[in-house]
């Protein structure tokens, strides 16, 4: 493959520079993709054409920094449920896809001993055209369904994440750490049926540099994650089917009933409650 890349570079003063970017990049399909496929169904690479345009400022106390981003795929490979002549899944070709937003970062010195820093990321995430295959239990079939301008799956339209210093001792920092991420749909249906909720986590952590005789360095960590006990599910699946003839719904739990007249089985993955974590780094 051949993948350019372009980019400008401009000083504006000592504190402040601006830049822009344009890029092409290609990858070929797995290996999984091409077993599992058929002779009249073999997969496309991907290609990607992304542009970006950033600016970024620093002082003595304080950074700024902000790109803006718009990816182009052509090809893009994702799964459809469509299975292939000995009822594997494959991945298909999307003709066009697209990613574009603004990511953020700043950070700033409030005091010798505070300091935050944050960054986010705004998006739209966006397939032009889908077509989605359901197993028909009745048939043995499947049946298909377009779909224009729907989410990607797993892209949430908003992410950020936050840190705050403390600087107890020169010796011992403590850290509170934030992470909020924005609802995110399983598959690329848009379907406010299959899709995870928003979540924010707190974390907490505590660093302590130790002298040490014996040692070049030495460091003391501990870490409480989920501080807040948060009950939150950060990744999914979804199997749909349709099934006139029989109701599994009382034979297995992870399957709900769907307002298009047939069943979606989902497993959700569910995150760890409040832990902790400790951790000793030593320097030879």
Do not use: C
């Not at 609802?183 to 848009?190: L, R």
């Amino acid at each position: 493959f051949f993948n350019p890349k372009f980019g400008a570079y401009y000083q504006i003063d000592n504190k402040s520079s601006a830049f822009a970017s344009f890029a092409i990049a290609n990858r070929e399909p797995n290996r999984s993709d091409f077993v599992e496929s058929s002779p009249n169904s073999r997969p496309l690479h991907e290609t990607l054409y992304d542009t970006e345009v950033g600016y970024k400022m620093e002082g003595s106390n304080f950074a700024f920094s902000a790109t803006a981003y718009y990816m182009i795929y052509e090809n893009q490979l994702i799964l459809t449920g469509k299975i292939n002549d000995v009822g594997a899944y494959t991945r298909e070709n999307v003709d066009y896809s697209e990613r574009k937003g603004i990511e953020l970062e700043a950070g700033v010195k409030i005091n010798p001993k505070w300091s935050w820093s944050a960054n986010a990321t705004f998006s739209e995430n966006t397939i032009a055209h889908y077509t989605e295959y359901v197993d028909n239990w009745n048939t043995w079939g499947q049946e298909s369904k377009s779909y224009s301008n729907t989410s990607i799956a797993f892209s949430p339209d908003m992410i950020w994440a936050s840190q705050l210093d403390y600087q107890f001792k020169d010796n011992v920092e403590v850290q509170f750490i934030s992470k909020y991420v924005d609802e995110q749909f399983i598959d690329n249906t848009s379907s406010d049926e299959r899709k995870l909720d928003a979540y924010l986590v707190h974390h907490a952590r505590l660093i302590w540099d130790i002298e040490s005789e014996l040692f070049k360095s030495a460091r003391l960590s501990l870490q409480v994650n989920n501080l807040l006990d948060e009950k939150y599910v950060n990744n999914a699946w979804v199997y749909r089917f349709k099934s006139d003839g029989y109701d599994p719904r009382p034979d297995d739990p992870y399957v709900t009933a769907n307002s298009e007249g047939g069943y979606d089985m989902a497993g959700y993955f569910p995150q760890a409650k409040r832990n902790f974590l400790i951790g000793l780094s030593l320097g030879f």
